[in-house]
């Protein structure tokens, strides 16, 4: 694969911003080291752009035929180093690969014996079941690894302005509800990581006792009692109390993965919910998910400095993925003499998906998350969204971000 083609714009009129980014594009196809005939396309818009949707697609699929497109509208979009919050913004990305490694999927295209080692995911969130969904999803893949993210559109149009809040996303269609999105054989080379944007603040736990979403007991203790004692609010006023509690969250984790990766962070596998109630008459709490008996539970809170640097960790990983600084020495000797030994893989290409609740407003300044994903992979080309939940694995998570790149 070439380096791939990226742009994004921004415009009162959509169509007017896609053809900025198009000209963008088509500057960029003088470089004999990108994409000159694409095969596979990511295009995200705003909430502000949700009613043109299908006339964004279709001008895309005009300009390149050929092209497979997948993609989402999101209440913000990413590009290189840049976000777009609250105004009408495209951001699109052009790849080449191979059309037999890849097939495009939705709720009218199966995929049929299609043999899918990963796939990227967009869904409505106001799909039903749409936990089992993914998990159904991530079951027909060889790696069990899917990525992607939920549409998300505000639910309240501001005054004044007559856009349709809309939570579509895209797969050689325009869909609403349900789930699509693009599958890749093995044959695709990817580096895929997820990134916490919260804390424990408190001991990891263990569900002894639930019903449904209500916690009753942790650790054979009571949920109520474990919670104000974590989060030390055990003797205050309930009117003092209030806000800290309303700042609560919790991580959840099954009872095989690593609740903790280390000391005061998070393990990738664990997934962040809202605490939505409290149950005095049965001494429990509620939470915005299900919590069978087993699963590891720890109360936890957004934290500005642990996703900052929770972000340049997975950076790195990446970055050292694609060029470790030691080899084995069974692979150093395979390499002697042929030029190789030092060559990094290149990315070619990258998609990010972040927390609608993260971006610049959590980061301190506008574009701040995506400045240091700029400066930890370089100047790459990328694409993404703001989502109201994210994909990765067979979970569905809340409050971070996840991070994946095409290797050239």
């Not at 005009?62 to 951001?91: C, H, K, L, Q």
């Not at 970055?319 to 030691?326: C, G, Q, W």
Request: proline residues 5%; contains cysteine; glycine residues 12%.
């Amino acid at each position: 694969m070439k380096l791939f083609l990226h742009a994004h714009a921004t415009h009162p009129d959509g169509k007017t911003a896609l053809a900025l980014a198009a000209a963008q594009i088509e500057a960029q196809r003088v470089r004999a080291d990108v994409v000159g005939q694409p095969t596979i396309g990511w295009l995200y818009l705003t909430d502000h752009l949700g009613g043109q949707t299908e006339s964004l697609l279709a001008d895309v699929q005009r300009r390149w035929p050929g092209t497979a497109w997948i993609g989402a509208v999101g209440v913000g979009i990413s590009g290189n180093g840049v976000e777009y919050f609250d105004e009408p913004a495209v951001s699109l990305m052009l790849g080449d690969i191979p059309r037999e490694y890849f097939k495009v999927f939705s709720g009218i295209r199966p995929l049929g014996t299609f043999d899918v080692a990963t796939a990227q995911v967009h869904a409505d969130p106001n799909t039903s079941d749409l936990s089992e969904l993914i998990g159904e999803m991530a079951d027909r893949t060889s790696t069990g690894y899917l990525f992607g993210g939920l549409a998300s559109a505000r639910a309240d149009v501001p005054p004044g302005e007559c856009w349709p809040a809309r939570c579509a996303h895209i797969a050689d269609g325009v869909f609403e509800g349900g789930l699509s999105g693009v599958a890749f054989s093995a044959d695709v080379a990817m580096v895929s990581r997820v990134t916490q944007g919260c804390q424990p603040v408190g001991p990891v736990r263990h569900v002894t006792a639930s019903d449904r979403n209500v916690v009753l007991t942790l650790d054979d203790e009571p949920a109520l009692d474990c919670l104000l004692r974590d989060m030390d609010i055990n003797d205050r006023e309930p009117r003092e109390a209030l806000p800290r509690l309303r700042q609560t969250l919790v991580g959840l984790s099954d009872s095989q993965d690593n609740a903790l990766s280390r000391a005061g962070q998070f393990g990738n596998d664990t997934r962040v919910r809202h605490l939505v109630g409290l149950d005095p008459a049965r001494n429990g709490i509620a939470i915005g998910d299900v919590a069978p008996v087993g699963t590891q539970l720890a109360f936890c809170s957004r934290n500005t400095i642990a996703a900052r640097r929770d972000l340049v960790r997975i950076c790195s990983e990446i970055r050292e993925e694609l060029a470790p600084e030691a080899l084995s020495m069974e692979t150093a000797l395979a390499l002697k003499g042929t030029g190789l030994e030092h060559a990094p893989q290149r990315i070619a290409g990258a998609v990010y998906v972040s927390c609608a609740g993260r971006g610049g407003g959590h980061f301190g300044a506008p574009s701040a998350e995506l400045a240091i994903v700029r400066h930890a992979l370089g100047d790459v080309p990328l694409v993404g969204f703001f989502a109201s939940g994210e994909i990765a694995r067979h979970h569905l998570y809340g409050y971070t971000g996840v991070l994946t790149v095409f290797t050239a």
